[in-house]
């Protein structure tokens, strides 16, 4: 089972002063006990220092990246370059064609090599690394920056900020923090991972500043209609069949505050190729909790959850072997549609009948 990062949705952590220069001496292959410090500024300051002394990064994400993912690595990929470092971007599995714009002009490298310090972002669980990175991750040296509410901690500087509406928006405060000016690219960058993950400013942790920042990174050139052109409608044509498969599926449950969906497609990208799909179901005005459940051939499931105000479907997913948001969540699982799909159902509208003054009817 597999842990699945999944959109959602604030602001960022308290910047503070850049401590010393000295060299960092951050573990190699640990657990990440550095990021248990109870200091919540150490792991930042730790990361000052670390990007101050060492010269050379790989930056990555997880693979099957979102535009958080993504632009969060390309953006601090660029941000290391712009402070004089040789980094790279080191690109994960399947990396979706819509947004390969995100990186355009960002260096990358083909392999991650032992001994490399690795900037990961976005990534809440170990098992949504690169392949290349799980091989080698006992040599590597690896600083996890991350805003997933559910996670392991599997880096040996970890960096999280459960606020932020991004990984993108932790990014964008590292920039400030280090005085580095915010090129139009990089306003890109970061405001595709802000309004990807903000479901297009509307998630729970969209607040004044999500705005603050969003118009600071249009001043600094990013275009929000070429962008929410590239995020929102970039479905091909294969993608809306499946879709109006899916939507053949529909079924309501629990006094029609749950919905689901099913999808049963054996070819190769079909998890990505049905991103977008659960979000659909939430346009009802009585659903409060939805599940997709996507049936990949050989013996294998992806269910991904949503849910509207306090319903937490991270808790769902993680009881699954999963994770993610409050309000966005996913899992992998071994099984097929008909044993996960009674099971996932079952949980939702538990969830729904259990939390008081949720889900009446519209
Ligand atoms: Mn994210």
Redesign the pocket.
């Known amino acids: 089972m597999a842990r699945t ?1 999944e ?2 949705s604030a602001p960022s952590p308290p910047c503070a002063s850049v401590s010393s220069l000295a060299s960092v001496p951050l573990p190699v292959g640990g657990t990440g006990e550095m990021g248990d410090d109870p200091d919540k500024e150490h792991p930042w300051a730790t990361l000052d220092q670390l990007l101050r002394s060492e010269n050379s990064f790989v930056v990555t994400c997880h693979r099957a990246p ?1 535009a ?2 993504l632009g969060s690595a390309a953006a601090l990929t660029e941000l290391l370059v712009a402070l004089g470092k040789d980094a790279r971007l080191f690109l994960p599995e399947r990396v979706p064609e819509h947004l390969e714009f995100l990186y355009g002009g960002v260096p990358t490298t083909a392999d991650v090599v032992a001994g490399q310090t690795v900037l990961i972002t ?1 990534t809440p669980s170990p098992g949504l690394l690169p392949e290349r990175l799980v091989r080698i991750r006992s040599s590597l040296r690896c600083v996890v920056i991350d ?2 509410s559910s996670y392991q901690v599997f880096g040996d500087l970890e960096l999280r900020d459960e606020t932020a509406c ?2 993108g928006s932790m990014v964008l405060d590292l920039f400030r923090r280090f005085r580095v000016k915010v090129s139009p690219r990089v306003a890109t960058q970061v405001y595709a ?1 802000m309004v990807t ?1 903000t479901l297009g400013f509307r998630g729970n942790r969209v607040d004044a500043g999500v705005f603050h920042d969003a118009a600071f990174l249009v001043e600094s050139g990013a275009d929000p209609e070429s962008i929410a052109r590239r995020m929102f409608d970039a479905w091909t044509p294969r993608k809306l069949k499946l879709f109006q498969r899916a939507l053949d599926t529909l079924t309501f449950h629990c006094d029609q505050r749950v919905a689901s969906m099913t999808i049963c497609d054996r070819s190769s990208d079909i998890y990505g190729e049905t991103d977008g799909f659960v979000d659909i179901m939430m346009r009802g005005s009585t659903v409060v909790a939805a599940v997709l459940v996507i049936d990949g051939g050989a013996d294998e499931c992806k269910l991904r959850f949503r849910s509207k105000g306090p319903l937490n479907v991270a808790v769902v997913a993680q009881r699954m072997g999963g994770g993610g948001h409050s309000n966005a969540a996913a899992t992998v699982v071994a099984g097929n549609l008909e044993q996960w799909l009674p099971r996932a159902v079952s949980a939702l509208s538990s969830m729904v009948d259990l939390t008081p003054g949720v889900g009446s009817r519209a």
């Open positions: 990062p959109s959602s979102d958080d993912a976005d805003h997933h991004s990984t991972a993950d």
